[in-house]
């Protein structure tokens, strides 16, 4: 049976992506060695669950379910913070824009959707952390961060209405995003 690699993402607005382009630039000049695979600004999205491959029969009844979710919330409202580090940065995988939760609607989305794709057979992750990738650190070259990032994020926030379901599609050149569904929080 055919399969579709699929995330649950918040995808920022225009504005959001041009603000983290120019945050992206800046830190491509601190960290201008090659160590680093940058992310296509178009890219740019908060994941809220990795669901993997999943069967492709499932996926209409996985957006059915979704879209009958209902919220006492009209949007997640996040404000930028800092530039982070996953695992850490001693020898980090991932440089990423962090953001913190105006409230805690994103406990509640996460909440809803762990319960449901558990039932399509995903164990859910540990917690939403919310942040967006900006780049991936090449694994065999990694290097230890021992300065303190010296690009501040600014004062900006991102605010959604709406979430995706989205594939990723493996390709030679790396992987290509394509929207499947987009549940609004508003009905």
């Not at 994020?153 to 493996?170: N, R, Y």
Request: aromatic share 12%; glycine share 6%; hydrophobic share 40%.
């Amino acid at each position: 049976m055919p399969k579709l690699r699929l995330f649950l993402s918040l995808n920022p607005a225009e504005s959001v992506i041009s603000e983290l382009g120019t945050i992206q630039r800046k830190l491509k000049s601190l960290y201008s060695s090659g160590n680093i695979r940058w992310e296509e600004p178009d890219k740019f999205h908060m994941t809220l669950r990795f669901l993997g491959d999943v069967n492709e029969a499932d996926m209409v009844p996985l957006k059915e379910t979704l879209q009958r979710l209902r919220f006492d919330f009209e949007s997640l409202l996040f404000a930028a913070d800092k530039i982070g580090f996953f695992p850490e940065s001693r020898f980090p995988n991932v440089i990423y824009a962090a953001f913190n939760e105006t409230g805690n609607n994103s406990e509640v989305l996460v909440g809803f959707i762990d319960r449901i794709i558990y039932n399509f057979g995903v164990k859910p992750e540990k917690r939403f952390i919310p942040h967006i990738t900006l780049g991936r650190f090449n694994r065999s070259r990694r290097v230890k961060i021992t300065e303190p990032v010296d690009v501040k994020m600014g004062t900006f926030t991102a605010e959604f209405d709406s979430f995706c379901i989205m594939q990723s599609i493996l390709t030679p050149k790396g992987s290509v995003y394509k929207t499947l569904s987009k549940i609004n929080f508003r009905k």
